[in-house]
């Protein structure tokens, strides 16, 4: 998404205000650097469009009493599709303020068919529409998160993890089409970013980058200037095809070799340990015990095991210094969605950053290890449709 000036001052705004129990003008003025006409201007139309709301001025004692301006919660909601484990999602509406509103649980079947994707995605919508007790015609943006490369600016689906043969899909137009307003479109990691910076911790920064080790694969996302970071053709990034080795790389299902994926994720260590252990067939039938069993395995000191994570932290920790090296970005924030995961690789990890970042980047780079909560995926689908709302498309 590219904002001209003053849409992004309008974004920064909202943000500040969220965050806020209320600002006034002079206040906000500061916190963005925008002169008196500019924010006058920037409040005036925020105003107009209802999005925030002035509270009477309250005397304080000394000086004239400030008016506060706030987030008007009720002026637009948004709603949100987050897949879950064994075939459900969780659908959320939140208000302006990112307030979950209505929550819902619903049967996410028939996931490995792209091409009914849309419709079936756009009838849960539906219902969970349908059973809050939001005004529909409040509901102004939908969120749906996908576990693909997506094509975050048109809203398409390149590729499908559960069948890789299918052609690529505009699956946000097509349930746009379905529902009347716009979809926007996002994977996990970015999602999970999108919750940290909204939700979460990061929601000071400006600038950060994130790290994600999911169930089995992995990603990364990174927002920079308070935007998250999409490529020139619109795709969300793949962090975990950034190259690690370039000679006897590892095979990566990309078709390429030596990806990060290949060796940092918990995928790339069951592969390790299985391949070794030779029982593939029973680690690929039950993925998350076999995990709890390689865990166990570490933790008795078995060598194979212990050599698979250690390999994952070297890896992490390369890629990582890589991005620290490149960008700058002067924030690292490691999450994984298995506490034993961080535990077995952090040592490892941070001994190659330590190693491998220019020291005077090293020194100004903050970082962070995490497990990532189960309200962070509805968070961050939340935080997905409402950055659209607060950025001025729809409103
Ligand atoms: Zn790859």
Redesign the pocket.
């Known amino acids: 998404m590219h904002l001209f000036d003053l849409d992004y001052s309008k974004l920064r705004a909202l943000k500040l205000l969220r965050r806020s129990d209320g600002l006034s003008r002079v206040e906000l003025a500061d916190a963005l650097h925008l002169n008196k006409a500019t924010i006058t201007a920037l409040t005036a139309d925020l105003l107009r469009r209802q999005l925030v709301v002035e509270a009477a001025p309250q005397a304080t004692g000394r000086g004239r009493p400030r008016t506060q301006l706030s987030i008007y919660p009720g002026a637009a909601y948004a709603i949100s599709l987050y897949p879950l484990a064994g075939e459900r999602a969780s659908l959320d509406i939140v208000d302006l303020r990112g307030e979950r509103i209505h929550n819902r649980i619903l049967e996410f079947r028939g996931q490995d068919d792209l091409e009914a994707l849309p419709a079936r995605c756009a009838a849960m919508f539906e219902q969970a529409i349908a059973e809050s007790a939001v005004p529909r015609e409040r509901i102004r943006h939908a969120g749906l998160v996908l576990p693909a490369p997506v094509d975050h600016r048109r809203g398409i689906v390149h590729s499908w993890p559960f069948d890789p043969k299918q052609r690529a899909v505009a699956v946000a137009p097509l349930i746009a089409e379905r529902l009347g307003m716009p979809v926007t479109l996002d994977n996990r990691a970015t999602v999970i970013a999108r919750a940290e910076h909204w939700f979460g911790t990061e929601g000071e920064r400006d600038n950060f980058s994130m790290v994600a080790l999911l169930e089995l694969g992995m990603n990364g996302a990174r927002y920079c200037a308070g935007q998250m970071q999409i490529g020139y053709n619109g795709m969300t990034p793949d962090f975990?095809?950034v190259k690690i080795a370039f000679e006897d790389g590892r095979p990566?299902?990309?078709g390429?070799s030596g990806?990060l994926?290949?060796y940092a994720s918990a995928h790339a260590i069951l592969t390790a340990w299985a391949g070794s252990e030779g029982s593939s067939q029973d680690v690929w039938r039950d993925p998350h015990g076999a995990f709890s069993r390689v865990v166990q395995a570490a933790r008795a000191g078995e060598e194979r095991a212990s050599s698979a994570f250690a390999m994952a932290g070297k890896a992490l920790g390369t890629a990582i210094a890589g991005h620290i090296n490149e960008h700058d970005p002067g924030r690292i924030l490691v999450v994984a969605a298995q506490q034993d995961m961080l535990a077995f690789i952090e040592a490892d990890c941070f001994a190659t950053i330590d190693r491998q970042t220019i020291p005077a980047l090293r020194q100004r780079t903050s970082i962070d290890f995490r497990t990532i909560e189960e309200s962070v995926y509805w968070k961050g689908a939340a935080a997905l449709a409402l950055e659209a709302l607060y950025a001025g498309k729809v409103l």
């Open positions: 975990s095809h990566c299902f990309c390429g990806c994926g290949s």
